[in-house]
């Protein structure tokens, strides 16, 4: 719906027929130890370093999750994950989330090879976790599916096995949970009185090659 590739993103595409788009976004950085300080905490990404990484830095930093902790906000983060990773679960504790989930939460038929636990299995903690929590909330869902090596536990949609191809079935893995996910909270009664933000933590090149420095 945004230009992206054809077929690959139909719950998405059909959840921005019904929201505000803001078309004129653009990623901080080119991973997620940068652009996870931009989406809490508005503040750019350096070129060769990170502040994530600098405790110093960051316990001065400002946090959209602070005023809302103040006004009784209870406030989650869910990762399939390592939140050790690059210092993010310092970073989250700065900003004050009080619940923090990540690869430790699963058995290892929910995970990959790799990094951590699939997404479906991480959006079905987070639903189970502010199903049940008191209200108001903030809660982040931070995904994984849609990363090198992109392995996914369905099968392909796209046919082919180059790393274009792998990027695009993750892709498609990881709406199609997100279609899953909505399915459920729309359900519930706090469904209605819940504002939900997509948008990702930083850009890549696949499909289409772009160079990291491109506006796409």
């Known amino acids: ?6 077929g690959n993103s139909p719950h998405l595409d059909s959840l921005i027929n019904e929201s505000l788009v803001f078309t004129q976004c653009y990623a901080s950085g080119s991973r997620t130890d940068q652009g996870i300080v931009s989406i809490f905490s508005g503040f750019p990404a350096q070129p060769n370093n990170s502040i ?19 006004k009784g906000y209870n406030t989650s983060f869910f990762y399939g994950g390592e939140l050790g990773f690059a210092n993010m679960k310092s970073y989250l504790l700065h900003a ?11 058995s290892g038929n929910k995970m990959n090879s790799k ?15 502010i199903n049940k929590a008191p ?32 990027f695009k079935n993750a892709a498609y893995y990881t709406d199609q949970c997100l279609g899953d996910y909505f399915a459920m909270i729309k359900k519930q009664p706090w469904y209605a009185n819940t504002l939900f933000i997509f948008l990702a933590d930083h850009g890549h090149h696949y499909p289409r090659n772009t160079d990291y420095y491109s506006i796409e």
């Not at 004050?96 to 430790?104: A, H, I, R, V």
Request: proline share 6%; hydrophobic share 35%; net charge negative.
């Open 115 to 129: 990094w951590g636990a699939h997404d479906a299995y991480v959006m079905q903690r987070q639903f189970d976790y």
């Open 135 to 166: 209200q108001p909330f903030l809660s982040a869902v931070l995904t994984l599916s849609l990363h090198e090596p992109f392995e996914i536990p369905i099968a392909n949609h796209f046919e082919g096995n180059s790393t274009e191809i792998k």
């Open 96 to 106: 004050g989330f009080q619940k923090l989930s990540d690869k430790g939460d699963y």
């Open 1 to 6: 719906a945004l230009g992206g590739e054809k």
């Open 52 to 70: 994530i990484r600098h405790d110093e830095k960051t316990d001065k930093l400002p946090y959209i999750t602070k005023p809302l902790i103040v």
